[in-house]
């Protein structure tokens, strides 16, 4: 790894642990050319073990596509932005486990959102309700004239 310091191309690794919580790496890194010390996290990218099937087409898994519609969900609510991150960590988690459960690198968008809806819920049922919403998973049904959410899942 070049230095983000003086763009040195090598850099010595002085300590390294795996994460606690989530499927990466911590390291701390050295420049020996001009002493600059920082952290680094590498983790696995799953645009290479996830092909999701989308309306019977296989395509890349695309972090970028997931966390714009998690951060969709979290401004409605009034929450910061950055936990979209952590909450993209947490639901990338459980599709690791889910394809390893099924024995299979193909998730559909269905699962995926499914995964994503409970992950959102369970952290904010407002965020919950919106991406649902969005997603088709959940709609009203009026009931002596007041709409009540009904769950598709």
Known sequence: MICINCLHGKTEVTNSRPAKKQSSVWRRRKCPECGAIWSTRETVSLEEY???LNQGKSEDYNRGTLTASVLNALLPAKL???????LVETIELKLIEQCRKMNDIQVTTEVIAKITYSTVKSYNPIAGLTYGTAHGLVTTVSRRGRGRPSIKV
């Open 80 to 86: 910061h932005p950055r936990d979209a991150y952590w």
């Open 50 to 52: 996830i092909r999701v």
